[in-house]
């Protein structure tokens, strides 16, 4: 099973800054088939990025994700109000597809 | 518009069942991969199982297989979770997702709001 960790576990910022968001797997993640969620407070899971690069429907270009391997990368430009939230990565190169623990980004 | 609807969700003893229901609409139900995921109190997410478009394929979780049970009536666009011998550890949020196509494992594009499942005496 491949294992992701993600850090930092919590992320403090003010609204307009950049974050960069890491997970990072324990085997390398086939075909780059890694995706991101963003989860607010109360609220289920939203898809942000998938295929490690590609943003999903309706999802700003503020954000990107990166990487390849057993490293990636999410980042977002400026941060905006909703963006105050959990984050979690998850692979699906393999079976029983694992998410990692997650991310919290809150405001500084 | 895209929208999964989750019920079923209850309190319920060890040992117990209960039935999960998810009724979809604004896509083709039938073209599409389903999944079950899950999110214990304050904890991340679990992938617990899913189901192929025509209900040919089942998969679970190692720590649901041979307890829990998924299926879909696409002339209902519904998909279910049958849940059995519940346990204590089982008690979460239970979230209905579409599956995109891929040639990986399954990813989630689409979440319904989920519904509580607790297990407890």
């Known amino acids: 099973e491949i294992v992701l960790t993600q850090s930092p576990g919590t992320l403090s910022l003010s609204p307009g800054q950049r974050a960069t968001l890491s997970c990072r797997a324990s085997?390398?993640?086939?075909?780059?088939?890694l995706a991101w969620y963003r989860q607010k407070p109360g609220q289920a899971p939203r898809l942000l990025i998938y295929?490690?690069?590609s943003r999903a429907t309706g999802i700003p270009d503020r954000f990107s994700g990166g990487g390849s391997g057993t490293d990636f990368t999410l980042t977002i430009s400026r941060l905006e109000p909703e963006d105050f939230a959990v984050f979690y990565c998850q692979q699906y190169g393999t079976s029983a597809g694992t998410f990692g623990p997650g991310t919290k980004v809150d405001i500084k | 518009e895209v929208h999964l609807v989750e019920s079923g969700g209850n309190l319920v003893q060890p040992g117990g069942s209960l039935r999960l229901s998810c009724a979809v609409s604004g896509f083709i139900f039938s073209n599409y991969a389903m999944s079950w995921v899950r999110q214990a109190p304050g904890k991340g997410l679990e992938w617990v199982s899913s189901?192929?478009?025509?209900?040919?394929?089942?998969h679970y979780a190692d720590s649901v297989k041979g307890r829990f049970t998924i299926s879909r009536d696409n002339s209902k666009n519904t998909l279910y979770l049958q849940m059995n011998s519940l346990r204590a550890e089982d008690t979460a949020i239970y979230y209905c997702?579409?599956?995109?196509?891929?040639?990986?494992?399954?990813?989630?594009?689409?979440w319904g709001q989920g519904t509580l499942v607790t297990v407890s005496s």
């Open positions: 295929g490690a690069s």
């Open positions: 189901v192929t478009n025509n209900g040919a394929r089942t």
């Open positions: 997702a579409k599956n995109p196509p891929t040639s990986g494992w399954f990813y989630f594009d689409y």
């Open positions: 085997q390398s993640v086939a075909s780059n088939f």
